[in-house]
């Protein structure tokens, strides 16, 4: 099954918010450190947030926050929240000539999904973290004039 280029855009819009929680995010930071267009976060932050997986709050103060902390929230509920919510084999299933297709079909969807939904922000977000640290640190030691040993 391919994914398209939103439910990418959102699951990694969504674990920019992890590494943030519970901190909320303006949308310009968002896109700056996803490197995803302002106007595609516009569109997919609007759409995490029909499917109430995000919160938005405007004004000076405000930003995108997680609804739920990271260990609460799966990748699968953002890829159900972008994806068709059915298998692509559903015009099988009337057919009794086309039941094992269908069945086949049908257990490869479930298969797909199924690392998504064990899967949360919370796995996604450690790596993400240590990847922004050890850039602030080697950014700090360009500043200082230090190399990295």
């Given at each position: 099954m391919w994914l398209n280029q939103q439910t990418l855009d959102a699951i990694r819009l969504m674990a920019e918010l992890a590494a943030r929680w519970p901190h909320a995010a303006k949308a310009a930071d968002l896109a700056t450190a996803t490197q995803i267009t302002p106007m595609n976060v516009q569109k997919t932050v609007h759409a995490l947030g029909r499917a109430h997986l995000i919160e938005t709050e405007r004004g000076r103060h405000g930003g995108v926050r997680l609804v739920r902390p990271v260990d609460a929230i799966?990748?699968?509920?953002?890829?159900?929240?972008?994806?068709?919510?059915?298998?692509?084999?559903?015009?099988?299933?009337?057919?009794?000539?086309?039941?094992?297709?269908?069945?086949?079909?049908?257990?490869?969807?479930?298969?797909?999904?199924?690392?998504?939904?064990?899967?949360?922000?919370?796995?996604?977000?450690?790596?993400?973290?240590?990847?922004?640290?050890?850039?602030a640190t080697a950014e700090a030691a360009a500043r200082s004039g230090d190399l990295p040993a």
């Open positions: 799966t990748i699968g509920e953002i890829v159900r929240a972008f994806e068709p919510k059915d298998c692509p084999a559903n015009f099988l299933v009337g057919s009794d000539r086309d039941a094992a297709i269908s069945d086949l079909l049908f257990r490869a969807h479930r298969g797909f999904f199924q690392p998504l939904e064990s899967a949360t922000l919370a796995d996604l977000e450690k790596p993400l973290r240590r990847q922004k640290i050890a850039r």
